[in-house]
């Protein structure tokens, strides 16, 4: 079975600063793998997704992330974060199974923009 | 706009009463979930179904009951069997047929005292 692990529960950074969220996945098969992220009170919205091809992928709000399969990683970058990027980020791996889809979600890390 | 709505935003139950949450969709998607959120805990998958009339359960399903009598509809009902329902509870869908991201409701947050 797949699982995800976001070792960072909490991470402050200052504005303008860069960022790195980690993501650790455990999948036998080569992984879908995804990034959201949820504002309070809200659904998840999709930053990014890697399916194959160039592990390096780029996705809105100028996230990006890289796919490392020998670190087993997913880890998503920002050069510079906004206040606004103040938020609940979740990694997930997919499965496809006859039965459907199946996404295993990390537990989040919740991110903290000083000014 | 295409997208899926859950109703209501909030919702305040006693215990000991079944609740029905609402998830609707106009993506035309034939798969739907329920997911359970708490605190440090990321989502956990509830219920999911393929196809109309055709649904499985997930990792948590014990205290809950869906149904799917139509594609754009995936109503949860939280039973009093559940031992702990208070809960934020998120509806996605995503389109079959290969593998695609799940597009997610702004989710319903239950309060059972």
């Known amino acids: 079975a797949q699982s995800v692990t976001q070792p960072d529960i909490h991470i402050t950074v200052s504005e303008g600063a860069s960022l790195e969220l980690r993501c650790n996945y455990s999948y036998g098969a080569t992984p879908y793998l995804f990034w959201y992220v949820q504002s309070p009170g809200q659904g998840l919205q999709l930053l990014l997704k890697?399916?194959?091809?160039?592990?390096l992928v780029q996705g809105i709000k100028g996230f990006e992330a890289e796919f490392k399969r020998s670190q087993s990683s997913f880890n998503l970058r920002k050069p510079s974060v906004h206040w606004s990027d103040a938020a609940e980020y979740f990694c997930?791996?997919?499965?496809?199974?006859?039965?459907?889809?199946?996404?295993?979600f990390g537990t989040g890390t919740q991110l903290k923009v000083e000014l | 706009d295409g997208g899926i709505t859950q109703s209501p935003k909030y919702l305040f139950r006693k215990e000991g009463q079944n609740v029905t949450l609402s998830c609707e969709q106009n993506?035309?998607?034939?798969?739907m979930y329920w997911y359970r959120q708490d605190p440090g805990q990321g989502l956990r998958l509830i219920y999911y179904s393929q196809i109309v009339n055709d649904f499985q359960k997930g990792d948590i399903a014990e205290g809950y009951s869906v149904s799917r009598e139509k594609k754009e509809s995936f109503p949860l009902t939280v039973t009093s069997a559940q031992k702990n329902p208070t809960a934020f509870y998120l509806c996605a869908s995503n389109p079959t047929g290969t593998f695609y991201e799940q597009y997610f409701g702004p989710g319903t947050r239950l309060t059972v005292t």
């Open positions: 993506l035309n998607h034939d798969a």
């Open positions: 890697y399916f194959s091809g160039d592990t």
């Open positions: 997930a791996v997919g499965a496809y199974t006859g039965g459907g889809n199946k996404l295993t």
